[in-house]
């Protein structure tokens, strides 16, 4: 789907930009997911439900599970991610969600309390009339990280979670989910990317450091789409990459290689169409042998320089 075509589909506006994703997520999807290319999708989907309960938008539209596929860059008659979103899927055993057919009509926020006003707050009459603007099987997933961060806080209903309390979040704005799943080479993958490094440049103001492969790593998916994504994160000047050596060589000391610096860009200043970017000069092991070389002669000509005896000192 095309930016526009979302945004006007969920009735964006700017005032419901900002949602807080607990910094969990990436540790707890790893640890649960055995398809690494489908982590991505589960990062998606939770954050656009935290976004739909958050801002209220059940009332406003229906949507469901087939139009949160296409929204993710899926058919919607696609069984693949199923496992995922369905009752008592994944999300749902991680206790990252629950399927519930009661949902927010309203929210407010007032004196720095934030509330809902649930279809179960309704009479009968209304209940009903709110009923049947949607299909019998309609539900809703309830994002429980949004209210309730540990297993204790949840069976004490105490809530301190993301809506609540924004300690060890980060701050992800809707109009990079949008952007990102309106471009097919970013994607979920992309936006999984640009939200981890977003966490960690709030995390490191100056910039995240990290090589490629540990980056990879963390991620939790396979190098060369990092990679591939990461390139397309740097077209759309999404990410800004700081690169802490010359250039690069597969014969490149150990003691040479320094991880680039990664800045993730605001959204108002992301490319519409894919543009080039300043690359890493990378060299042929011989030019490098040979740079080495030319590096020890200089050396070796600064240390004679220096190498003035006593008996050359003047008096």
Known sequence: MKFEEIEKYLCFNEQETNIYVPNEIFKDLQDNFKKTNHIPVAYCYYYLISWLYRYAKYGSFNIDNKKIKEILGYHQDSKGIDYIIKKNGILDLMDYTITTKNFPI??????????????????????????????????????????????????????????????????????????????????????YLWSYLKMQNQIYSSGYDVPMRQLAIELGIPYNTMVDHLKALRQYNMVNAIHNQEYFCVILDDSKRKANTYITNEFELFNETPKEYEKMRIIEAREYIDLMKEEEEKKKMKMESVNITIEELPY
């Open 106 to 191: 309203s929210w407010t926020f007032e004196d720095g309390l934030l509330k809902f006003d649930m279809l179960s707050d309704f009479d009968d009459d209304m209940q009903k009339t709110i009923k049947e603007t949607k299909s019998r099987k309609f539900a809703i997933k309830f994002p429980v990280k949004a209210f309730h961060r540990t297993k204790e806080s949840k069976d004490d209903n105490y809530e301190d979670g993301t809506f609540f309390e924004i300690d060890n979040t980060h701050l992800l704005p809707f109009e990079v989910f949008m952007f990102c799943m309106s471009k097919k080479e970013i994607g979920c993958t992309g936006f």
